[in-house]
């Protein structure tokens, strides 16, 4: 008999932790991200449209969150407490891809504050992904898989802020575009720009959600959100006194700016500048 694989092992202890009744069957999976970015020079889209996958964190470097993907980051110590080190010895293309559980079923995707677009992945993916609540760097005790998904109730009884409140989905094993992937789904500033060239390059479905945008006056009302520096920043960089992502990603390519201010900044538009309802 095989050994099992690190995916497997991973799997397999998760669920040992987990209970609860299966996931509903109308829930994805979903992985944001802003699509405007670039990997090694290549712009991020270009380079998923070549390699016919998405990559984790350990192996591209970028992320919206905690950029800890390293051999001594920490990430790499979530990982291996969560999976009881699976993935101690596993090299980095092994690893899983992070993304939510779209459990509030959100236009915008489960996890708003990694990016302002995002993959829905298909049903048969749920299988090979595992889930925590709260997000894995706060160390959570509560865990779940697809047949066994307490972490539901516990998400929808939490107070949260919006953008703090969704389920973590690691999925174990590549996520091919051409076999994982229901639709891509971009923000509408990205219509006529390279981005759409660039997404229609994947062979999946393009779908658009109703935008964010966040005009200076909205985001002077909330100063006390992220910090007064990152309202100003937000203004010096608005066009025509508006926020949206691709203004926000123009900032960050024109290397001006600190990646992490803007990441502030992109954090209040997605929590105050969102599709309303969404």
Not at 56 to 66: C, L
Request: charged letters at 30%; a negative charge.
């Amino acid at each position: 008999m095989n050994a099992p694989t690190p995916q497997e092992r991973a799997i397999r202890h998760v669920a040992s932790l987990s209970s609860g009744p299966p996931i509903p069957p109308e829930l994805r999976v979903t992985l944001n991200f802003h699509p405007d970015r670039s990997l090694d020079g290549t712009p991020i889209l270009e380079a998923v449209a070549e390699d016919g996958v998405y990559r984790s964190q350990f192996v591209t470097g970028i992320g919206d969150g905690g950029v800890t993907a390293d051999p001594s980051g920490d990430r790499q110590a979530w990982e291996s407490r969560i999976f009881d080190g699976a993935y101690d010895d596993a090299p980095d293309h092994e690893r899983p891809v992070y993304g939510a559980l779209n459990f509030r079923q959100k236009e915008v995707g489960g996890a708003p504050r990694f990016g302002s677009s995002f993959l829905r992945l298909n049903a048969d993916t749920l299988a090979r992904t595992t889930f925590c609540y709260p997000d894995s760097f706060l160390d959570p005790d509560d865990f779940g898989v697809a047949d066994r998904m307490g972490l539901i109730g516990t998400a929808l009884g939490d107070v949260q802020d919006d953008l703090d409140h969704y389920i973590e989905a690691q999925v174990h094993g590549p996520v091919r575009i051409d076999r994982d992937v229901e639709a891509l789904v971009l923000d509408p500033c990205y219509r006529d720009t390279p981005v759409e060239a660039a997404a229609r390059k994947l062979g999946c479905p393009l779908e658009w959600h109703r935008g964010f945008r966040l005009s200076v006056a909205e985001l002077e009302r909330h100063h006390d959100y992220r910090g007064r520096e990152y309202v100003e920043l937000g203004k010096a960089i608005a066009v025509g006194g508006v926020l949206d992502p691709r203004v926000i990603g123009d900032a960050d390519r024109g290397g001006r700016h600190d990646g992490e201010a803007l990441k502030r900044v992109w954090h209040c538009v997605a929590r105050f500048g969102a599709p309303r309802d969404s």
